[in-house]
């Protein structure tokens, strides 16, 4: 059967390991047939996962990477630090870097101290500014008020690496 019946439409000489044809419903804007192990080919459509965003068009399916904001947070408390947060560290002691982390994953922290600021990593983990590393489970300690890391994740190497960013001698009017 070919053609349109009751707004289904059906595939011919469309099979699945040469042994099963494929009908579907009609299609809309973005939708894919999608197939599967089963031999059931579904119409879906791409999901967005973080960061990401799908917009369906006719005859389209548009992806693109949002802007990720990060947020930023006064902590005087010692204690663990979560994923994609910036801190200004209003209270000296030991700050624990994220477990379950992925590439490329982001923490920044500020001492607003004045020093005795530790930042120490979880288990295995490296922390590596330029080219000196700590060891695994080591610790960064800040000296004075301003100190900041920005903190990118490898998997591979499981190292916490001092990336680029802010600096001193800034001069204000």
């Known amino acids: 059967m070919s053609g349109f019946d009751n707004d289904v439409c059906y595939f011919n000489n469309i099979s699945i390991g040469q042994t ?3 009908s579907a ?7 894919l ?3 599967d192990t089963a031999g059931n080919p579904q119409i879906s459509t791409i999901t967005a996962g973080a960061g990401i ?3 369906n068009g006719a005859g389209s ?6 802007a990720m904001t990060m947020a930023w947070l006064d902590l005087g408390v010692p204690g663990a630090l979560a994923l994609s947060t910036g801190y200004f560290i209003t209270g000296a002691g030991a700050y624990t870097l994220p477990v379950g982390v992925a590439n490329g994953d ?6 607003e101290v004045g020093g005795g600021v530790i930042v120490t990593a979880p288990g295995a983990q490296i922390i590596q500014i330029q080219n000196v590393a700590s060891s695994a489970g ?4 800040s000296t004075l008020k301003g100190d900041a890391l920005r903190l990118k994740f490898r998997l591979a190497d499981v190292t916490w690496y001092q990336c680029p960013g802010a600096g ?5 009017a």
């Open 20 to 22: 099963q044809p494929v």
């Open 25 to 31: 419903q009609m299609i809309l804007d973005g939708q």
């Open 33 to 35: 047939l999608i197939g």
């Open 53 to 55: 965003v799908v917009v």
């Open 61 to 66: 399916i548009t992806i693109s990477a949002t």
């Open 106 to 111: 982001t923490v920044e922290i500020v001492d």
């Open 138 to 141: 080591g610790t960064a300690t």
């Open 168 to 172: 001193g001698n800034w001069n204000l």
